[in-house]
């Protein structure tokens, strides 16, 4: 099952020991290095790269104010509609020519395992082992390609870190709720993009058939070679359908103003069935990723140890979400599903629930500060008097 790995990495310069300062850990403050926890991803993203050839993964930047997507890096927005033709030619183009490479790949190996056959066949009769062909060369080549991309993203990290401000609050907190509404969008866009490459190749494969005027001996012959085409192209449209799914690397603190949007995105990817999957690095567990974990069915890890990384990384969070039924992953034994006050921003057990907006209160009043309703003086008195009992 193909994955579409979208990774938020939260980027805060009290946490992480930057690369100006050489120190491998800070045990006093157990501020980890980012140059190793990097080296130590890249090693997880290969991994993840070398399961499925087509997956893909994207990685997003998050330092408050800013969120940013660092690979792959997003084309620039083309104005006009002959632009619009151009992308949708290039699209139909590489459409073409992977379907085109698919095929002379079957051909390659066809012709591969003759020849390997007739080797094999020749270092018997002469008493020489085995060889091995070249059939997977190209999608070689392909991992070879997507495996480049340590010096981008580290170029693009050093970049982002720069242009903070080292005198401002910038770089200090965390925006959770914009980050993953940013990946939200981004993996909506995705998925359209593969909906018109779907669409485009079927329309081009039924104006093939109708427009075909030939003889009836010539369609007979034909008619099965277009079958076995089309059977190709269903195949490769079923393998390249992405299963999305986020996963959150987060050092910081939860910023209590920002419960409700955070809330949102999280029954959003509910509803759209994409999982978030969590590794927190700090000694304080985070409330907003448990909930988003348990709540779409994702994987929650807490760990403050730099040499586990790996280990956890590979073990817990490389696996898809379809085959994660038949494995026993860890699981928060205690989940923190308390609330935040949205006036005060402070956690709250009992409180106030307007039924209109559903914002809640740790104190009651006759006025709803966000919906502005009013609410009848004489039910706030039966609440204080059942509540005094």
């Known amino acids: 099952m193909t994955t579409l790995l979208c990774v938020v990495l939260d980027i805060n310069q009290e946490n992480w020991d930057l690369p100006k300062t050489n120190n491998s850990m800070n045990e006093e403050n157990g501020s ?82 003759l020849q390997n056959k007739q080797k094999e066949q020749i270092q018997m009769d002469f008493g020489g082992g085995g060889g091995g062909g070249g059939s997977g060369e190209d999608e070689i080549l392909r991992m070879k390609e997507k495996s480049s991309f340590e010096k981008e993203i580290k170029t693009s990290i050093s970049d982002f870190l720069t242009n903070l401000k080292p005198n401002s609050v910038e770089g200090k907190t965390t925006s959770l709720s ?73 050092l910081s603190k939860d910023v209590p103003s920002q419960y409700v949007p955070v809330m949102n995105c999280i029954f959003a990817s509910q ?17 907003f990723l448990q909930q988003a974990s348990h709540i779409t069915e994702g994987v929650y890890y807490k760990t403050t140890s730099q040499s586990e990384i790996l280990q956890i990384l590979l073990t817990n969070f490389i696996v898809d979400h379809w085959s994660r039924r038949f494995l026993k992953l860890p699981k928060p034994s205690n989940i923190d599903y308390r609330a935040t006050c949205f006036d005060n921003q402070k956690v709250v057990e009992l409180g106030y629930v307007c039924s209109v907006c559903l914002s809640i209160f740790s104190k ?19 609440i204080k008097f059942n509540s005094k009992k």
């Open 32 to 113: 980890l290095e980012l140059g190793k926890f990097l080296d130590k991803f890249f090693v997880f993203l290969k991994t993840f790269l070398l399961l499925d050839p087509q997956n893909e993964f994207s990685l997003f930047l998050n330092s408050s104010p800013r969120v940013e997507l660092i690979y792959p890096k997003p084309q620039q927005k083309s104005t006009g509609k002959k632009s619009k033709i151009n992308e949708m030619k290039k699209e139909r183009t590489m459409l073409k020519e992977l379907y085109l490479k698919r095929i002379s790949q079957q051909k390659h190996r066809k012709k591969n395992q």
């Open 178 to 250: 914009e980050s993953l509404s940013r990946v939200l969008c981004y993996i909506n866009s995705v998925l359209k993009k593969k909906e018109r490459q779907r669409i485009s190749q079927q329309q081009s494969s039924n104006k093939k058939n109708t427009t075909n005027t030939m003889s009836l001996n010539q369609k007979k012959i034909l008619s099965t070679e277009e079958r076995v085409r089309q059977l190709e192209l269903s195949q490769m449209l079923a393998d390249s359908a992405l299963r999305p799914r986020i996963m959150v690397v987060q």
């Open 271 to 287: 509803k759209i069935q994409i999982p978030i999957d969590a590794l927190v690095l700090s000694k304080v567990d985070s409330m």
């Open 364 to 382: 009651y009043s006759v006025l709803c500060p966000n919906c502005h309703t009013r609410f009848p003086i004489k039910k706030i008195d039966k």
